[in-house]
């Protein structure tokens, strides 16, 4: 059976595929995430966490064009898929219904956040 959840980190990689779009590969990946979190990461982690989200059937990805600034290799594209939006979906959802449940804080204190 295919797993079906996400961790936080994986949360947040597939968050930046599409934030990034057409330019979601590896290196620049590990870069949004160390501007977005101010934490460093190995480009190893991100690969694994794109190798497992693919796995999952979260993520499809395919090779761009040549680039004469990479002495002509081309760069792998990912993409969210349908499944990996509902994850994402699914991921948001819980959380609110999480934070809702916290005495200190309502949906109504985060609802600015989400709209």
Sequence with gaps: MKETGIGEFEEVILLLVGILDQN???????EEFESQTGRSISIGAVHSALERLSGKGFLT????????GRGGRRKRIYSITASGRRALT?????RISLWSQ???F????LSFVFN
């Design 61 to 68: 990805s395919e090779m761009g064009k040549p680039s004469a």
């Design 102 to 104: 916290f005495p200190d």
């Design 106 to 109: 309502s949906v109504d204190q």
């Design 24 to 30: 979601a590969y590896a290196f620049r990946i590990s």
């Design 90 to 94: 699914a991921s948001r959802d819980f």
